[in-house]
């Protein structure tokens, strides 16, 4: 159910299933939704929590994470303070809903897959593992974080016109300068998801579960 509590962001939270403890934190693309990425979340996991966001700014009435100044083209200072905020609604919510912040899934498809990836690059206390659909390179910081605890599914399309090949290998390079333990999945696609690579990402996690 959508919430507006005072915790900074419209979102949605599901509670877990009994005997789960993780969250998946769910993060929308452009003109998205906080209701859009739950029957994906569903379909990665059923019965670890949901928490779920809507994107603050809107573009031409489209809700989105953070400002860009083109396709492609981050408005790195917004990009910096929204990451922040973001982080701290994070731990609002894990006090206000009584979750640990340890168990923390980000799920991003496109614009929010690029917070996600902003997130584990500026406040990567608030995420513990991600699944990273169509993601781009948010921003390099000028300290590297220390990923090496966190585990990250990258899924790229291989003919994704928004996403060139060369911009998913330069991400997946910045995560394993930082130590991540990453997985790369190429679908067979464009900037669209397709099922298959939901099925690869579902049991992604659950081998991290294991
Ligand atoms: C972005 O702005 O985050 C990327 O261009 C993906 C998109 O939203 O189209």
Known sequence: MTNSTGLGFIHNFEEPKKGADMV?????GTGGTENDMIPLG??????????SPRG?????????????????VFD?????????ELSDFIEKASDFYKFNLQRVVAVGYSNGANIAASLLLLRPKVVSAAI?????????????????TKN??????????????????RLVDLFKKCGANISV??????????????????????????
């Open 185 to 210: 999945h190429w679908e067979n696609s464009g900037h669209e998801l397709r099922s298959e690579e939901i099925t690869v990402a579902r049991n992604w996690l659950c081998n991290l579960l294991k």
């Open 152 to 169: 990250i599914l990258v899924s790229a399309g291989s003919y994704d016109p928004i996403v060139p090949k060369v911009e998913t290998d």
């Open 132 to 148: 990273l659909f169509r993601p781009m390179v948010p921003l390099v910081p000028e300290i590297l974080p220390d990923l090496s």
């Open 76 to 84: 790195i200072d917004d990009l910096k303070f929204r990451t922040g």
């Open 42 to 51: 569903r379909e990665i996991n059923k019965s670890a929590a949901i928490l």
């Open 24 to 28: 998946l934190f769910l993060l929308h």
């Open 56 to 72: 603050k700014i809107l573009e031409n009435g489209a809700p989105r994470f953070f400002r860009r100044l083109a396709e492609g």
